[in-house]
Every structure is written in structure tokens, then in C-alpha cells.
């Protein structure tokens, strides 16, 4: 599959529906390599920006706000063809998905308050000064920005 047919399926489909396949997507592109735990980290880090509404009010939206997430920095050309590494994605993304409906105090959450994480070997932000929540494998999540649900 294309990166470019996914997130076209995402713009056609109903909005949690395609919210699963953003985050899916976003997962494997970013931690397919990592451990469950660094997925899920990286889905919360999604959820909470999504919440936030500082990066859209969607996880498709939060996902592909320019120079985010993997999927607006890499070519809408590359394949997602690592069937059994896409299939982990998709449970974990749905499962952190269940996970967020919770109440804010029932939730599990694996990298409290990172609104921001990097594979510091391979990137470095601005940002990478942050205060640091969390290494889980290859990435770092930080807490470089205060994220409050809207609303709130």
C-alpha cells in the first residue's frame, strides 16, 4: 500500500474510522521497529495533540500538520509493505484508541504530559531540551509544550 492511497482512503471514510488508519499509519511509519510500549507512546503523544486541538481537531488532521509526523515528511510514494509490522500497528493503534476514551484519571498512560518525542540520533529539534518524560527505544518523548485539552 501507498502512503498516498491510505491517506486518501482516510479523507473518504467516517471520521473514527479514518482517525484508526491515520493513527495506524503514523505507527508504522514512525515506530513499526520499536517495541509495543514505544508505540503506544507515540500513539499518546497523537491522542494528546488531538486533544489539544493545537495541531487539528482530528488525529488525521494532527498526523499530517506540515513537519509533525511521518506522514507529511515522507513521499506519499512509500509503502507500507511490511505486512505483519502494519498489522501490530493497527491493533496497537486501535487499542490506544480504547485506552483515551477513558476517563483522564483511568487511562494508562505510558509518557505523561510528552507533547513531543525524537529519535535524537537521527534528528535534532529545537526542542530536544525539553524537559524528557521518557527513551523507550530509539525515541525520546518530551514534554515541550504544557497541552490542555480544549476546553479546559
Known amino acids: 500500500m501507498k502512503l498516498a492511497w491510505i ?14 488508519l491515520c493513527l495506524s499509519t503514523t505507527l508504522y511509519l514512525e515506530a513499526r521497529d520499536q517495541s509495543e510500549r514505544g508505540q503506544q507512546a507515540v500513539a499518546e503523544v497523537a491522542l494528546r495533540r488531538r486533544d489539544s486541538g493545537l495541531w487539528g481537531n482530528s488525529v488525521c488532521e494532527v498526523v499530517t500538520a506540515r513537519k509533525q509526523f511521518a506522514p507529511s515528511l515522507v513521499s506519499p510514494n512509500t509503502r507500507l509493505s511490511n505486512t505483519e ?44 531540551n525539553a524537559y524528557q518524560v521518557a527513551v523507550i527505544g530509539d525515541h525520546t518523548f518530551l514534554k515541550v509544550q504544557n497541552l490542555k485539552p480544549q476546553g479546559t
Do not use: C, M
Not at 491517506?7 to 484508526?20: F, G, I, K, M
Open 7 to 20: 491517506l486518501w482512503l482516510a479523507s473518504v471514510l467516517p471520521p473514527q474510522t479514518a482517525d484508526s
Open 85 to 128: 509490522a502494519w498489522a501490530e500497528s493497527v491493533t496497537i493503534a486501535l487499542e490506544a484508541q480504547r485506552n483515551w476514551q477513558l476517563p483522564v484519571g483511568e487511562r494508562q498512560e505510558i509518557v505523561p504530559g510528552a507533547s513531543h518525542f525524537a529519535a535524537l540520533s537521527l534528528a535534532s529539534p529545537s526542542w530536544r
